[in-house]
């Protein structure tokens, strides 16, 4: 319908729009409808907008979690590892791991929603996991990648900046903070989040002896881990920081978040070995099991964990222990090529974005797997070989004429050389 000029809704001899007033010479088109209202094109526009914005800020709630969970939603833990592999190389045992962990704790979100007469008499509870493994194995990597497929809320937040209560550092608080930003500040979706806590062993026991001084960076914040890890209502800081008496807090329940915690425990091959008593001199040993003394971190127990300086409290509120193997050269070789978004790959990606075109010969990738287990750096190690060799490429080329380039073994250890003489031949 174009203009009306027989309703009622006149201003000054011209028919208005009912919403902004505006007369019909003052618009481009004026819509009637029943009982003489009216509206204008640019009224009609911007409820269109508006609804726009609404619909998108559904689909990003959506996105974040906000939609209920439905049970054909739920990835199975065989589904589950298969996308861990398309990123991840190795590391089958922790994959399985995780995979049920992150299956189970969809299934306990679940559950609270069928039936409570029969959930009632058997209550499901969270198994809160920790991951150990050399420096470079894939631990913060598999925490990532479990993010990017997952249905709930995951944060991911490092212990080393977290302090006991009233000093400088970071509460433990913190990262349920963290979580409820993950979340878009959605309480109900932060709650049936998971987090995965880095570098925990950081926080161990600085001294066999807890009375000699007080231990506000170890023992400090694992005490102050405790209630969040089994189960609680904790007032949390909305935008992070220190507590103070003024601020507003959320009030969040960690009964149904999943805890992963990872770290190096750099030093418990040790511990390992003094237990399973690998230094046994003599001729008969009592008909003992074979021992590989080269992945000791294969044996580990809770025991072990404890006598690297974590409390038997924390401990016990993480029942599921797995490790990752430390990478041998194949596992780096296969790191370099072929998941999704391997180093390689990223490197040709960016040249390409200039449009030139990069290959790597094989023994390039032999010699920086070879430096890579020099250095003991593990796949990090992968990366700074991998800058220290291509940095210049990456400075001339995008200035040059050139559309091929070829990196090979001479040229890929002559930059090695190089950056090894400006670090002082270390």
């Not at 914005?53 to 589950?80: C, F, M, Y």
């Not at 944060?155 to 302090?163: M, N, P, Q, S």
């Not at 500040?185 to 925990?200: C, K, L, P, S, T």
């Not at 890890?229 to 601020?247: A, C, M």
């Amino acid at each position: 319908m174009a203009k009306d000029n027989n309703n009622n809704n006149k201003r000054g001899g011209y028919d208005c729009c009912s919403f902004c007033g505006r007369s019909a010479a003052e618009v481009g088109t004026l819509f009637s409808g029943m009982n003489g209202a009216t509206i204008c094109d640019e009224c009609v526009e911007r409820g269109y907008d508006v609804l726009q914005e609404q619909s998108a800020a559904k689909k990003k709630k959506s996105a974040k979690g906000g939609a209920p969970l439905r049970r054909e939603d739920v990835p199975k833990p065989t589904e589950i590892k298969e996308f861990l592999d398309k990123y991840v190389i190795g590391q089958d045992a922790a994959k399985k791991t995780l995979s049920v962990a992150v299956y189970n704790h969809y299934k306990r979100i679940l559950a609270r929603g069928i039936d409570k007469a029969v959930n009632d008499e058997v209550e499901i509870e969270k198994s809160n996991i920790i991951m150990v493994g050399e420096t470079g194995t894939g631990k913060t990597l598999l925490a990532r990648t479990i993010a990017r497929m997952l249905k709930v809320p995951f944060a991911i937040v490092d212990a080393t900046v977290l302090t006991e209560a009233g000093y400088v550092g970071e509460d433990v608080e913190s990262i349920l903070s963290r979580l409820l930003q993950v979340a878009d500040y959605d309480v109900e979706q932060a709650e049936r989040g998971i987090v995965f806590i880095d570098e925990v062993d950081k926080i161990a026991r600085k001294s066999d002896n807890p009375s000699i001084t007080r231990d506000v960076s170890g023992e400090g914040v694992q005490q102050a881990l405790l209630k969040i890890l089994e189960g609680t209502i904790v007032n949390v800081p909305p935008q992070g920081g220190r507590k103070h008496p003024d601020q507003k807090f959320v009030q969040v329940n960690t009964n149904n978040i999943l805890f992963v915690c990872g770290g190096a425990f750099d030093g418990i091959d040790k511990k390992i070995a003094d237990r399973l008593n690998t230094r046994v001199v003599g001729f008969n040993q009592g008909g003992a099991q074979h021992i590989d003394r080269k992945n000791l971190m294969q044996y580990i127990t809770p025991q072990d964990l404890r006598s690297f300086g974590l409390i038997p409290e924390l401990v016990g509120r993480m029942p599921v222990l797995t490790y990752l193997q430390p990478l041998d050269a194949t596992a780096l070789r296969q790191i370099l090529t072929e998941p999704k978004n391997s180093i390689i790959k990223q490197y040709v990606r960016l040249f390409e974005l200039d449009g030139v075109k990069v290959e790597f010969d094989d023994d390039v990738l032999d010699y920086i797997v070879e430096k890579a287990q020099e250095f003991r750096l593990g796949a990090r190690g992968l990366r700074s070989i991998c800058e220290a060799i291509m940095t210049d490429a990456m400075f001339e080329l995008p200035s040059s004429d050139s559309h091929e380039f070829r990196i090979t073994l001479p040229y890929a250890k002559e930059r090695m050389e190089r950056a090894k003489a400006l670090k002082g031949g270390k």
